[in-house]
Nanobody
Framework: QVQLVESGGGLVQAGGSLRLSCAAS????????MSWFRQAPGKEREFVAG????????VYADSVKGRFSISRDNAKNLVYLQMNNLKPEDTAVYYC????????????????WGQGTQVTVSS
């Protein structure tokens, strides 16, 4: 059993930055892959970025490459999403997701999900 709690969302102007955090608790030793997804109103949930336990494997959606950076602190059971040069189209609820095995994947096949944190980017 793993619990995930996101934080760090809020309102920011276009071009600004935010850092999202995801705190994992419970059976954190079972986590290999952690990823961020987002969902805007009326749209499907989409993959944003993912990272494996070592941190050597990272995957980014084309829409955020060069602007977002994912990292994790295994000792503190935290994963971060640094978001720079934010655009209005980045507005969405951002979700943290985790799974025990395998590589970073862009599908919704993850074992655990957080409750989400709202990110709103104004123009």
């Amino acid at each position: 059993q793993v619990q995930l709690v996101e934080s760090g969302g809020g309102l920011v102007q276009a071009g600004g930055s935010l850092r999202l955090s995801c705190a994992a608790s419970g059976r954190t030793f079972s986590i290999n892959v952690m990823s961020w997804f987002r969902q805007a109103p009326g749209k499907e949930r989409e993959f944003v970025a993912g990272i494996n336990r070592s941190g050597f494997s990272t995957v980014y959606a084309d829409s955020v490459k060069g602007r977002f950076s994912i990292s994790r602190d295994n000792a503190k059971n935290l994963v971060y999403l640094q978001m720079n040069n934010l655009k209005p189209e980045d507005t969405a609820v951002y979700y943290c997701a985790a799974k025990a095995y395998g590589v970073v994947t862009t599908t919704l096949q993850y074992d655990n999900w957080g409750q989400g944190t709202q990110v709103t980017v104004s123009s």
